[in-house]
């Protein structure tokens, strides 16, 4: 390679994104999909139920994030940043379909960027603070059990759009769980601190683990029209992975996930929510002319 | 690990020198398990470990900004190449390792201050412009600086390079279209691009280091063919290339003395503040402490995850051995 060749090139266009060392998943996932609204989908009920699950994916990739520069060690930093890269994937794919479902043709931007904490939709535990490491693993293996549950069943969905971004995303979310898991053993079954900090973290968390399976009535008109999947339905497999997960990790059985009613999905958000907009969209905000 | 110097009966060094020396004039790579002079194993050593800690260091004037990118599209880019930066300290780190180091001895000299990185990363990343300026104008030095280490003698390094720099080209071209974009924008994005070029541009020549006559270990750097170009001629080329790139984007490089000179067929160009440079390298840059303190703090709090880990698998290797 000769530096004169690189430069060259600076200005031209360039295609595909194979430079990058780890893959980002800016392949188009839709590419070839039919975006029409399947016969007899209300649009405006599937644009909520898109916003519903990119939320937990954009406001979990946004806590994520913080963990690059921060972590244990350099391999952590790598592995997060590509979880949080894969979850900013599935969220940019799912707020563009809720802007076309609803008609009013808002991009991924506008969702991201020009909403109140009121309008978004994300489980409060995508929220939660960041706190120590044990904390992003036991929330990172709550949420991806979950979605990976109801992602499996979305595959079959019978609007196209979502059944794509379905197939993509529950190779990464098994690769999620999969890290997670690897991490709640070594943190339970490590030192006594390590447990320690675990079972604290199950303990702060678990409130928060009842709302990811109560259902919002657009998720349940979407799994009766064989659009989405009824979190409801995935209740009893997720509490059966995490209690095998968490007593190999020499903790106890986690109780039953406590009854919950919907809250986030309403946009009724903790405190922790605001500040978190605050800054994901502080640049933007600033600059609302600007084109980036 | 032990270093791996072949074991020679007394006399035999000359020999080994003789061989080393035909192997790097003849622009042979020289492996972890060759013979080779302490001088150069002390020199890699330094330079490689040196270069992961800029690449681990660098991730935080851009990572400041991953979290209020102002696109999503921008915040997958960001995230994508910060996340490629820790590849690159790890595949470097890798490569000091083969000369007979410890990632975490090195990890530890970084944070207690005892070795250095590229100074271009004590300066502040103040507005979003600088996320496209830091990978126009400092990953293009980078680039400069690196394309020739492809040709390095040591083999690790050399073939690592291959790798990062292919990597930084890409992010180079990131940074670039993000100031076309900006410039194409508004007149306040416009003056963001040209504010954060004025603030970079001398910073950016400085990473070539100081004037070839001030530079005491180039010389023997080069005899060794880690090293295959001097810093003034580094240097001048990166203004070279960079002249038309500026004209492309519309926005004005910061040096009154910068004009084509037609006898020598380069841009002339001022001197960049030495003094300025001095100070930054001996740690008292705008940034210099927080830079080393973040990455302190992370290993220090992650301590407790590392020691459960271990634990884990002393456990575990234990009870295998024991079935």
């Given amino acids: 390679m000769s530096g004169d060749h690189i430069y060259s090139v600076l200005g031209e266009e360039h295609g595909g994104d194979t430079r990058w060392a780890f893959g980002t998943g800016f392949t188009d996932a839709l590419s070839g999909v039919d975006t029409t609204l399947p016969g007899g989908v209300d649009g405006q009920d599937l644009a909520l139920y898109c916003q519903m699950l990119g939320d937990d994916a954009l406001v979990q990739a946004q806590r994520l994030v913080h963990w690059v520069t921060d972590a244990p060690e350099l391999e952590e930093e790598v592995a997060l940043a590509n979880i949080a890269l894969d979850l900013l994937g599935q969220a940019r794919l799912l707020l563009a379909r809720a802007g076309q479902a609803d008609g009013t043709g808002r991009d991924e931007d506008d969702f991201a960027y020009r909403r109140g904490s009121a309008e978004f939709r994300n489980v409060r535990l995508a929220e939660a603070p960041r706190g120590d490491f044990a904390r992003a693993v036991v929330t990172l293996l709550v949420l991806s059990s979950a979605r990976l549950a109801v992602f499996t069943r979305l595959a079959d969905s019978r609007d196209p759009v979502l059944a794509a971004i379905a197939a993509k995303a529950v190779n990464e979310l098994a690769y999620h769980r999969e890290y997670a898991l690897s991490w709640t053993l070594r943190l339970g079954d490590g030192t006594p601190y390590s447990h320690e900090r675990t079972v604290a973290a199950v303990a702060d968390l678990w409130p928060f683990t009842g709302e990811l399976f109560a259902t919002h009535p657009v998720e349940a008109r979407m799994a009766a029209q064989g659009v989405g999947a009824d979190p409801a339905d995935v209740r009893e497999e997720v509490h059966a992975v995490l209690t095998q997960v968490l007593t190999t990790a020499t903790l106890d059985a986690p109780a039953p996930f406590p009854e919950a009613a919907v809250a986030g999905r309403e946009g009724r958000h903790t405190p922790e929510l605001d500040p978190l907009l605050d800054e994901l969209q502080k640049v933007a905000r600033e600059h609302p002319e600007a084109t980036w | ?323």
Avoid at chain 2, 163 to 176: M, N, P, T, V
Wanted: with cysteine; net charge negative.
């Fill in chain 2, 1 to 323: 690990m032990t270093t791996q110097t072949a074991q020679a009966p007394p006399g035999a060094d000359l020999d080994l020198q003789a061989e080393f020396d035909a192997k790097v004039a003849a622009d042979r790579r020289i492996e972890p398990r060759d013979w080779m002079p302490e001088g150069y194993r002390r020199t890699l050593v330094r330079q490689v470990s040196q270069h992961a800690h800029s690449e681990i260091i660098g991730m935080q004037p851009e990572g400041d900004w991953i979290a209020s990118a102002p696109s999503l599209r921008r915040k997958a880019i960001l995230l994508a190449k910060v996340q490629d930066e820790a590849g690159h300290g790890l595949y470097l780190y890798a490569a000091a390792e083969t000369l007979g180091v410890d990632r975490a001895d090195l990890t530890q000299r970084l944070i207690e201050g005892r070795q250095k990185y590229s100074s271009i990363f004590n300066y502040p990343s103040l507005t979003f412009a600088d996320v496209g300026v830091i990978g126009w104008l400092v990953d293009g030095a980078a680039i400069c600086n690196q394309v020739p280490l492809c040709r390095s003698s040591f083999g690790p390094y050399a073939r690592a390079m291959v790798r990062i720099c292919k990597e930084e080209s890409f992010h180079q071209r990131q940074g670039y279209e993000l100031l076309m974009r900006m410039m194409e924008g508004t007149g306040e994005q416009r003056r963001m691009v040209q504010d954060s070029v004025d603030r970079w541009w001398w910073p950016s020549l400085m990473m070539f280091g100081p004037p070839d006559a001030e530079s005491p270990n180039t010389q023997q750097s080069m005899a060794w063919r880690i090293k295959r170009d001097t810093n003034d001629d580094l240097r001048q080329k990166f203004v070279d290339m960079t002249v038309p790139q500026a004209e492309k984007l519309g926005v004005t490089l910061p040096d009154p003395e910068l004009v084509w000179n037609e006898g020598r067929g380069h841009h002339d160009f001022g001197e960049p503040d030495w003094t300025e440079f001095k100070q930054v390298v001996s740690g008292a840059g705008p940034k210099n402490a927080e830079r080393v303190e973040r990455r302190r703090a992370a290993h220090e709090k992650g301590a407790w995850v590392r020691e459960a880990a271990t634990a884990y698998a002393d456990k575990h290797s234990a009870k295998e051995a024991a079935a």
